[in-house]
Every structure is written in C-alpha cells, then in structure tokens.
Nanobody
Framework: QVRLVESGGGLVQAGGSLRLSCAAS????????MGWFRQAPGKEREFVAG????????YYADSVKGRFTISRDNAKNTVDLQMNSLKPEDTAVYYC?????????????????WGQGTQVTVSS
C-alpha cells in the first residue's frame, strides 16, 4: 500500500506560478513511477506529467510542455510539479499517482495508487 498526500494548491492569477508537492509513504518510493493528473469540472481526468523511478525520464502533456516541470526526491519520498505561466484552463483538481509500471506513465490505468487531490484555480 502506498499513501499519497498532495499539497501546494491554491488560487493564483493568470501568468503566475504554483508548486505542488506529493508526499509518499508505505512502500519503497523509488520502486514507483510517479505522475500528476488533473480533472476539471465536467471533464475527464487527464495526464499532466510523469517521471520514472530514477527521475531520468519525464513525460508531459502537450498542453503543459515548457510551462510545467516534474521532479522527484527519492531520499525525501516526494514528487513535485512546478507550474509556471499558469492559464485559466489549468484550473482543476490535481492528483498525484504512483505506478509499478516501468512504461506507459502517461496512462491513468498504469497507476494503482492515487492521492486525494489538491485544487488549483487560475483566475483571469
């Protein structure tokens, strides 16, 4: 069992920045690929960013490339999402997820553990 707790969400103006953090506990964190997903009201959950166990490979949705950066610290059991140049369309609940898969980290079905989510609201 892996427990994931997100933090860092909030309200920000368009063009601003936020840093989300996800703290993991319960199993060996470095065994898991990690990802961030988001779900806006009335929309399906979508992939945002993913990172493999070592941090050597990262993946991004086209909509956030160049603006968001995912990183992990295996010593601290955390994975972060730095979000810059935020847009109103980035408004959503953001979820951290953990995957035992070594591939397909862009797919939600690869992830077996999910956090409760943190709200990000970007005002125009």
């Amino acid at each position: 069992q892996v427990r994931l707790v997100e933090s860092g969400g909030g309200l920000v103006q368009a063009g601003g920045s936020l840093r989300l953090s996800c703290a993991a506990s319960g199993r060996t964190f470095s065994n898991y690929g990690m990802g961030w997903f988001r779900q806006a009201p009335g929309k399906e959950r979508e992939f945002v960013a993913g990172i493999n166990w070592s941090g050597g490979s990262t993946y991004y949705a086209d909509s956030v490339k160049g603006r968001f950066t995912i990183s992990r610290d295996n010593a601290k059991n955390t994975v972060d999402l730095q979000m810059n140049s935020l847009k109103p369309e980035d408004t959503a609940v953001y979820y951290c997820a953990a995957s035992r898969s070594t591939a397909a980290l862009t797919l939600s079905r690869s992830y077996g553990y999910w956090g409760q989510g943190t709200q990000v609201t970007v005002s125009s």
